[in-house]
């Protein structure tokens, strides 16, 4: 079975500052990956997400995650952050040949003016 | 076009109530989700179906009954609940092509906020 951790449930960032959001996974099959981002109320939106070739994947807003096979991790970037960067951030993965996500626990983003 | 609506957004229902959670895409996907969210937490699947026929009940109390219509169609019909099943209900939906589901992307809607009094 697969496993999500995300490192740190609480992240909080100056405003223009680096956004790191860190996730890792087991897995014994290749990973499909994904972040999804929710805001307070709303729905999961989907930010990027990797399920084979280039490892640097650009998503929407400005982020940008990283597979690392080697490290089992697929951590989320954003150069700047913004404002209206803050909300929670959800990192999943899937096998492929399941019927399943699994989801990590959350990260909240707090990005201080 | 990548949305799922849901309706209504909120809903405010006694302990012998009924009541339905509606959830509709049009985007000719296959499979569609029923999580719920607590808040604060991540999402929990509830139920899975593909090909409008429930492929997964992550053990669910009965008093929350999914129905699939149509393949655009999905609702939530809920009976009895306790206080402790208030939060949010997500539906989301994939391609789900020929029932290979954990390739997929999975789009979520908005959510409708339950409250059990």
């Known amino acids: 079975a697969q496993s999500v951790t995300q490192l740190g449930s609480h992240v909080s960032v100056s405003e223009g500052a680096l956004v790191l959001l860190r996730c890792n996974y087991s897995s014994s099959v290749p990973p499909y990956l994904f972040w999804y981002v929710q805001y307070p109320n709303q729905g999961l939106q989907l930010l990027l997400k990797?399920?084979?070739?280039?490892?640097l994947v650009k998503g929407i807003n400005g982020f940008e995650a990283e597979f690392k096979k080697s490290e089992t991790s697929f951590h989320l970037t954003k150069p700047s952050a913004h404002m209206s960067d803050a909300a929670e951030y959800f990192c999943?993965?899937?096998?492929?040949?399941?019927?399943?996500?699994?989801f990590g626990t959350g990260t909240s983003l707090t990005v201080i003016p | 076009d990548t949305e799922v609506t849901q309706t209504p957004k909120h809903l405010v229902m006694g302990m012998t109530n009924k009541k339905s959670l509606k959830c509709e895409q049009h985007m000719g996907h296959r499979a569609m989700y029923w999580y719920k969210q607590k808040a604060k937490k991540p999402p929990e699947l509830m139920f899975v179906?593909?090909?409008?026929?429930?492929?997964i009940n992550e053990s669910v109390p009965s008093r929350f009954s999914p129905e699939c219509p149509n393949s655009s169609l999905l609702n939530l019909h809920l009976h009895a609940l306790q206080p402790e099943d208030s939060a949010l209900y997500l539906c989301?939906?994939?391609?789900?092509?020929?029932?290979?589901?954990?390739?997929?992307?999975?789009?979520f809607g908005p959510g409708t906020r339950l409250t059990v009094l």
């Open positions: 990797y399920t084979t070739g280039a490892t």
């Open positions: 989301a939906s994939s391609q789900g092509l020929a029932g290979r589901l954990g390739t997929d992307t999975q789009y």
């Open positions: 179906y593909s090909y409008e026929k429930l492929s």
């Open positions: 999943a993965v899937s096998e492929g040949t399941g019927n399943q996500f699994y």
